[in-house]
């Protein structure tokens, strides 16, 4: 099993551009979640889902959006970025929430 | 709301024995998580406490007590490769069940 991935791992933005950051789980999970992690900060919750068709805002949703059509994907747009969007992603997937597996991470720079 | 509190840092010695507080303010959760992140690297789950009293997984140990709003994530035998943050984690028993971090524990391990 591959577990959690996520793409792209490294991005570079200029301010005002779009882009979707991709995370897919084969294990079957219903939960999902989108967060992000500023350097030497926590992890702040964008957004999560619970299942196909639902999804729900975390803390932080402002300029982002997700969809999650099948169970297997949970992609994150970003719309218009922002400087303050700098920032390090990381997807995770759970069963019913209390342990999360986590993807790789994408690293995003918005200059 | 939930909002879970951690010390920012702490420094042990190897072999040494160290506890990371979680203290929270929730208004209902399933259960305790703790998670470990090293430097550049994504969160692993390490323990979950769904009941209080203290949950065993080789060095590490994790505590709930819901009655003091407060638990703990203990590492024996502390090793170099140790040194990491470590993240208490709680699911909301509302809603949609999302999920919260706490702010996060710097441990640092010295020979």
């Known amino acids: 099993n591959a577990g959690v991935t996520q793409t792209p791992k490294f991005r570079i933005l200029k301010i005002g551009q779009s882009m979707t950051l991709q995370c897919a789980q084969d294990?079957?999970?219903?939960?999902m979640y989108w967060y992000r992690q500023d350097p030497g900060m926590g992890l702040k919750l964008i957004y999560y889902?619970?299942?196909?068709?639902?999804?729900d805002k975390g803390e932080v949703p402002n300029g982002y959006n997700v969809s999650r059509s099948t169970t297997e994907d949970f992609p994150l747009r970003l719309e218009l970025a922002a400087p303050s969007q700098t920032s390090v992603y990381f997807c995770?997937?759970?069963?019913?929430?209390?342990?999360?597996?986590f993807g790789p991470g994408t690293r995003l720079t918005v200059l | 709301g939930q909002s879970l509190e951690q010390p920012s840092e702490v420094t042990a010695v190897e072999g040494a024995i160290v506890q990371i507080n979680c203290t929270y303010q929730?208004?209902?959760?399933?259960?305790l998580s703790w998670y470990q992140q090293h430097d550049g690297g994504a969160p692993t789950f390490l323990s979950y406490?769904?009941?209080?009293g203290l949950e065993e997984t080789g060095r590490f140990s994790s505590f709930l007590s819901r009655s003091d709003s407060y638990g703990y994530l203990l590492l024996q035998e502390l090793q170099m490769k140790d040194s990491a943050s470590y993240f208490c984690?709680?699911?909301?028993?509302?809603?949609?069940?999302?999920?919260?971090f706490g702010t996060g524990t710097k441990l640092q391990v010295i020979p």
């Open positions: 995770a997937s759970s069963y019913r929430g209390d342990t999360q597996y």
């Open positions: 984690a709680v699911r909301s028993s509302g809603g949609y069940q999302k999920v919260t």
């Open positions: 406490n769904a009941l209080d």
């Open positions: 929730t208004s209902g959760f399933y259960g």
């Open positions: 889902s619970v299942g196909a068709g639902i999804t």
């Open positions: 294990m079957n999970h219903n939960y």
